[in-house]
């Protein structure tokens, strides 16, 4: 069942996720930093970005087609869990890892929302 948060979410997720995948696909100099710190090639990061922004759309389709949604917020929970994983490795802080973990939350509410875990 589509709700207005439910839409809130996805657009939310949806508009984070194109942004910063096109962003890496484009290679910005903020994204080439990043690639560089976390160990990623710029090719590979570019790779993330196309994934990223298929999981933009997936998200927003998702509130036509319910289990498209569901599978695209999986795919962009796991990269989410991949970049902490990342981060961790990086020893990184919370403040750089901020970021991931805010949306790790979106896309579990959104889960909950879309697949109506109880």
Not at 39 to 46: D, L, M, N, R
Not at 60 to 78: M, N, S, V
Not at 83 to 91: E, I, N, P
């Amino acid at each position: 069942m589509t709700t207005p948060i439910l839409v809130s979410l996805a657009a939310l997720i949806a508009v984070a996720f194109a942004v910063l995948g096109a962003s890496k696909i484009r290679a910005v100099p903020s994204m080439r930093a990043r690639a560089a710190h976390v160990g990623f090639s710029v090719a590979a990061y570019q790779r993330i970005g196309v994934l990223e922004v298929a999981g933009a759309a997936g998200v927003l389709l998702g509130l036509a087609i319910p289990p498209l949604g569901a599978l695209a917020a999986t795919g962009l929970l796991l990269l989410m869990v991949g970049a902490l994983g990342a981060h961790l490795r990086q020893h990184d802080g919370v403040a750089e890892m901020a970021p991931a973990l805010v949306v790790i939350v979106l896309l579990v509410a959104y889960l909950w929302l879309a697949v109506g875990i109880t």
